[in-house]
Structures are given as C-alpha cells and as structure tokens.
C-alpha cells in the first residue's frame, strides 16, 4: 500500500486556470515536502512544512500542511505553462536514527498547462 | 554552488551484466540517498549513505549495493541486470540532521 496518496493523478488545465493538488496519508509526518520534476530530470525542492496547520507561499503556489499532519495540499492561481512537471511530495517520519532522515514519496500528480 | 551530479547521463546494458553509477553531493552535505524511480512506479527508496557507512536499505534484492567514499561521493553497483531494472536512478543529498534532500539529475538505466 501506498503510504502517500497523491491525487489526482493527471491533470490538465488552460493557463490561467486556478488548480489544486492534494497529498494524504493516514500516517502523521514530521515534515512534509513538494517537488517538482521536469521529464528526464531530478526533482527540484520547492517547500518544505513542517507545522501542523503552516501554510507557505513561493509566487503563485500556495502549500499548506494539514493541522493533524496527515496531508498537505498545493494550490496553483493563474496556472502558466512553465508550471507543468510532475508535483512530488514526500514525507518524513521524523528522526530514524544516525542523524538523518528518509523519505517516503507520493507517485506525483502530472500537470499540463496548455497555452 | 554546485548541486549533486551524477554520471553517467544515460547508460545501456544487456541483460546479466553489471552497471555502476555515481554521485557527488553538494560540497558539505555528507548523507547520500540513491532511488528508483521506474515508469508507473513513483520514487523507490534504495540506500542511504551517511559518514561513509550504509544507514538503511529499501526492499531491493542484494545485487543493488553501493558505497560511499570519504569525500562523500557514492556509487552504486547493479548486479546481474534485469530487464525491470530499467528506470532512472535519482541520487540526493542532505546535510547531517536535515530532512531537505537535493536532487541531481538522475542516470537513465536502460536493460536491453
């Protein structure tokens, strides 16, 4: 079972549009985080959360973190076509020992934006 | 400041041999995280690195290993290749203690 649920898997909008893009688990997370990956290349870290109820903002994209810490949605105003890319998040549960911390990814939403 | 990097960009094997891939993460950063990331599948945890010991490992066979050097570089070794093995392989980096990973540009496996 997935432990990261992301949805909805494919979405495609007119530029301009306005888009939101949901993250849920039934685990809670210490930190949840939104990437970004253009096809054939890494993800790019967008924001990290890490505060039951935090909302951030970069420009035009809205994140929030769900106040139990189980889910974390981004929003998207006035959608452009350099949006496009498939939106990951990944999920933390905190402190596994050695000092570092692993991840547990979502399989993305795939967004178009069409000019 | 330069980002993670990994080589090669693209790679071909044929099924049954061994493919070796490499990493560089950012200059201080001294835990390595290398993923799989086939079609359809999402990322693949596969190992983490940090201090130049293995921390944890995903649910992948032995054939996947790995090691990280003293400066911090890693590789990871790809035993007896299989088909399913194709995918692009995602290497990141974090600085001790952190949960912010960084992302080099992947290494295309393809098993013919």
């Known amino acids: 079972t997935q432990l990261l649920e992301q949805s909805p898997q494919f979405l495609s909008i007119q530029e301009g549009e306005n888009l939101t893009v949901y993250c849920n688990s039934s685990?809670?997370?210490?930190?949840l985080q939104w990437y970004r990956q253009e096809p054939g290349e890494g993800p790019v870290l967008l924001v990290t959360?890490?505060?039951?109820?935090e909302v951030k903002k970069l420009k035009r994209l809205t994140f929030q973190f769900g106040d139990a810490r189980k889910d974390s949605s981004l929003h998207i105003t006035a959608a452009q076509p350099g949006d496009t890319g498939l939106y990951l998040c990944?999920?933390?549960?905190?402190?596994?020992?050695?000092?570092?911390?692993?991840?547990?990814f979502g399989k993305g939403t795939k967004l178009s934006v069409i000019p | 400041e330069a980002g993670v990097t990994q080589s090669p960009t693209h790679l071909i094997k044929t099924r049954g041999q061994q493919a070796t891939l490499r990493c560089s993460p950012i200059s201080g950063h001294t835990s390595v995280y290398w993923y799989q990331q086939a079609l359809g599948l999402g990322l693949q945890f596969l190992l983490w690195?940090?201090?130049?010991?293995?921390?944890n490992r995903g649910n992948f066979p032995p054939r996947f290993s790995g090691r990280q050097f003293p400066n911090y570089s890693s590789e990871l070794n790809v035993n007896a290749l299989e088909l399913e093995d194709s995918a692009l392989y995602l290497c990141?980096?974090?600085?001790?203690?952190?949960?912010?990973?960084?992302f080099g540009p992947g290494t295309r496996l393809t098993v013919t």
């Open positions: 690195y940090d201090e130049g010991e293995e921390r």
């Open positions: 685990s809670v997370f210490s930190s």
């Open positions: 990944a999920g933390d549960q905190g402190y596994s020992g050695a000092g570092s911390y692993q991840l547990t």
């Open positions: 990141a980096s974090s600085l001790q203690g952190s949960y912010e990973q960084y």
């Open positions: 959360v890490v505060t039951g109820g």
